[in-house]
């Protein structure tokens, strides 16, 4: 049976494979490019349903491959790739949902002339992104999310000659590169604990047992155990990479690229990849000094309902027993282990719901579509931190894959818009435009509603519910809670605008036009092809169809990601029921108030305000500009780094350059006198000698007339002379 | 045996004294290809007068010197006729473009 886990390498390199072919290829040949790029995801998506299904077959073991990369002296690094539910699921999500984007841009990029290049990146990058899913090694984990970060740079920036697009590239390049050098940290400090970079290596991988309990042990200076700081390091790479505060202001701007991009960065890859490894390093988050690693759940009584969570066993674990632990070893562990979560996990809730509710209602006041879109993305990628500290990696991962399926649906939707509309991206200047796009408009209400969280039919529903259950149980502050309530009625409230914008109302984009004197042509709004069509179908397909791995009934992911067999469970009990209640109340007071500032009074023309425009002018304008944290980074870090950079400047020009200049001149003097020396005194006699040289030369070389027979004649005569010599003697 | 060698000897010497005097390149090769049967008949005449005559080892070390020969004349003929097509002549004394 260690077939699939063989093979598992073949994932990642059949597109980078790709990707390298197509970076050769000359940009003129398009042909290839795309039926290349889908035939190595589809072979890709075959081999992870084939991992996923011996996955799921026993979902508590974990099989690793490892093998030596490189040795120095008596240390060996080595990688590996890994085979669990967990790996196997996002395996399965990254290469269908990035196979359907790679549909879509067929459509889409049709008329780019880079098109091949395109496919190249965009190759790169998933491959990259499987690489991060799939390996067992930190080392090789951190390679493969650069080589994202690189791709990512280079398809924000695609359509290079535009200068946003460029300076969007660069800004997405920085800020999740400050990011990683948490994650760096972090790493090493880990190798530097344990010995090792291997998550999984039969017991002695870095998230196993004796390593956690080792880890937890170590107490820094500050009381701090050694696991709690490097998870938060590592932390900080997630939030560079997953867009969360204060890391986030990247993820709006990266809607420069093009929408298959957008749709692949923050649906399917990229952000996803920070709630990953946050979700794969869950047990070094987790690990105290007082609890034992593999604890079987003790679920507390108000958890009961989702007993199916051994992950949330360790900080779940009952307080006193805590208190005890923590007062048996009262040097090793600081405040942390004190309280039942441990800090790691209070700083990612709190993080991840500040960072929901605040994207959340940033989203409101934006007017361009892609750009509330990406404020969705950061949001959710809030909620999903939320879930991972709360719930474990089961909530937060469950997150994840309906979000990968519902934004990418999303994202398809808003290019297919944009593609409709002739390249406008204001929401303003669309309107009515269901009965004219009528396949997109479906699509795209079902991505909405599994976004803002309809109940019961939709996947997103069920998994913010989970989320907000999990938040409500959790043994630490209510707040986060709170915060991820208000958020998701903002979610509700903020796509109900949106749809009302895009799809109701009159059409106002042409007349708009023609107040300001353009003369476009005027064509109208039109449904986008097949190919961009129905990878929307599938993509709402799937945002429906998830929603039956999840229910409380079956919690069939819960159960599989927790290393348990799957069951059914027949009876739910009311703290699920009142969760739900909840976030039902929720989603449908978002809708109403929605429906109350959009849909009745629509928008008539381009100049009309936003309803909460007029009503709040001052919330709204702080919205509108994104709470001014560009202006903010600007103003701060902005204005010391060009201020350290003009100093560096005048340290280079008057100090160096005049320390550089001083030994020019120095040097050129030496050069004069040498210079002088040379000419009068060394020219002369070298000259003689030459002359003398040149003469004998010419005497000696009389006797070289280039006929081989003088030559010849004298090898006879010398052979004759040798032969005289010899028998003479 | 004295016989053998002096004829051999006088062959090496029309083939010295024609190598060195005749100005056309192809005479010269004969000249060479005189003095490389001198050597053969030296070969021979030293194999059958030794110690060692009942094995071939003279024989062979002739055969071997005649296929050289007939590779080296292949050679030398290509040589002269590359020379003929690129200066038109194949006269020696013409041929001093080694001249110091």
Known sequence: ?????????????????????????????????????????????????????????????????????????????????????????????????????????????????????????????????????????????????????????????????????????????????????????????????????????????????????????????????????????????????????????WLPDAMEGPTPVSALIHAATMVAAGVFLMARIHPLSTATASAKPIVTATAPANATAQSAQPAVRMEAAPKSQAHAEAAAKPTEAGGDSTSSPTLTLNVMAWVGALTALLASLVAV?????????????????????????????????????????????????????????????????????????????????????????????????????????????WSGSKWPFALGLVAAVATAFYMTRQMAYVFFGPHRGHPAMYEQGHRIPVTQPHESPMVMTLPLGVLAACAILLTVVGTPMWPWLHSVLSGHAPEVRREVSVGVLFAMLISILAAGTGFTAGWICYMRRRASGFNDGDPLQTRIPSIWRCLESRGWIDELYKMSFGIWTAAAGRFCDWLDRIVLGGGVRMIQNAALATAWMGRLWDEFFLNGGFARGCEQTRNSADRASLVQNGQIQRYLRILAGALALVALWIIWK | MTFYLALSVLLFCVGLAGVLARRHAIMALIGIELMLNAANINFIAFWRHSSAADDLSGMFWMIFSVAIAAAEAAVGLALVILVFRHRRSVRLDELESLKG
């Not at chain 1, 944009?418 to 796009?437: K, T, V, Y």
Request: hydrophobic residues 55%; neutral net charge.
């Open chain 1, 1 to 249: 049976m260690t077939g699939v886990l063989d093979i598992l390498w073949l994932i990642p390199a059949l597109p980078l494979l790709v990707s390298a072919i197509l970076s050769l290829t000359p940009a003129r040949v398009k042909g290839g490019a795309a039926p290349l790029s889908i035939g190595a995801l589809g072979l890709g998506f075959l081999i992870a349903c084939a991992a996923l299904a011996e996955a799921v077959s026993d979902p508590g073991q974990v099989r690793a491959h490892n093998f030596t990369w490189f040795e120095f002296g008596s240390s060996a690094v080595k990688i590996g790739w890994v085979l669990d539910p967990l790996s196997a699921l996002m395996l399965v999500m990254v290469t269908f949902v990035a196979g359907w984007i790679f549909v879509f841009s067929i459509g889409y990029m049709s008329h780019d002339e880079n098109f091949t290049r395109f496919y190249c990146f965009l190759s790169l990058f998933t491959s990259a992104m499987l690489g991060v899913v799939m390996s067992n090694s930190l080392l090789m984990l951190f390679a493969c999310w650069e080589v994202m970060g690189l791709a990512s740079y280079l398809l924000i920036g695609f359509w290079h000659h535009r200068p946003s697009a460029a300076a969007a590239a660069r800004k997405a390049f920085i800020y999740t590169r400050i990011g990683d050098i948490g994650f760096l940290l972090g790493m090493l400090w880990l190798y530097a604990e344990t010995g090792t970079l291997l998550l999984y290596d039969n017991g002695a991988g870095c998230l196993e047992a004796n390593a956690l309990t080792q880890l937890a042990g170590a107490a820094i200076s500050t009381g701090m155990a050694a696991s709690t700081g490097i998870a938060l390091l590592l932390f900080c790479g997630a939030i560079g990479k997953s867009g969360q505060i204060p890391l986030h202001v």
């Open chain 1, 365 to 473: 006041a934006q007017y361009d579509i892609k750009r509330i879109l990406a404020y969705s993305t950061v949001s959710q990628l809030g909620f999903m931190f939320l879930g991972l500290a709360t719930g474990g990696p089961a909530v937060g991962v469950f997150h994840l894959l309906t979000h990968a399926f519902f934004k990418a649906l999303l994202f398809l939707g808003a290019g297919s818009v944009i593609h409709g509309c002739h390249e406008e991206q204001d929401i303003r200047r669309m309107g009515g435009l269901w009965r004219r796009m009528p396949a997109t408009f479906g699509t795209y209400a079902v991505g909405m509603m599994a976004l803002s969280g309809v109940p019961l039919l939709f996947s997103g529903f069920w998994s913010k519910d989970e989320i907000l259950h999990s938040a409500l149980a």
